[in-house]
């Protein structure tokens, strides 16, 4: 019995001992904290066009990604469609705007993704979001957009 406990206390000795030899990688104390979500916009039961509303203002510059869905909760019977837009400024002066996400007004249904918009801004630059559709009367929808800083 004495040996059992003897081997154990030096496993246990010595599996601990791994634990403290672990450093941190050379990348991961460059950039403490990064991904991290700055903004969140939730939309619920809208009729209408939204923005394009300025979900973040960065201070300094920096590379975000916007993720974001739709879905169409009542539909008209229509061929039309609502959007969700992401709007941002670079380190050159361009004013970028990427889809996020569509849905059609026929019926409702969750929205088509496209790829998150992964992009870099400005310092100062306002990061906007907007909601857009075309032939939309008597629908509603739901928006969801995230945003966030990856450097």
Known sequence: MKKKMFWLLVTLLIRTGFCFAQTESKDSGQNPGFPRVVARLNLFNRTKNIGPQTLYTNAQAGVFRMSGTINLTVGNG???SWGVVCLGINEVGSNNSW???TVNTNAPT????FAPAV????KGTPISVEAMGGFTSGTQYNAYVILEQLE
Do not use: C, K, R, V
């Open 78 to 80: 229509e061929n039309g």
């Open 99 to 101: 889809q996020m996400a």
């Open 110 to 113: 969750s929205g088509a993704l």
């Open 119 to 122: 992009f870099n801004a400005s």
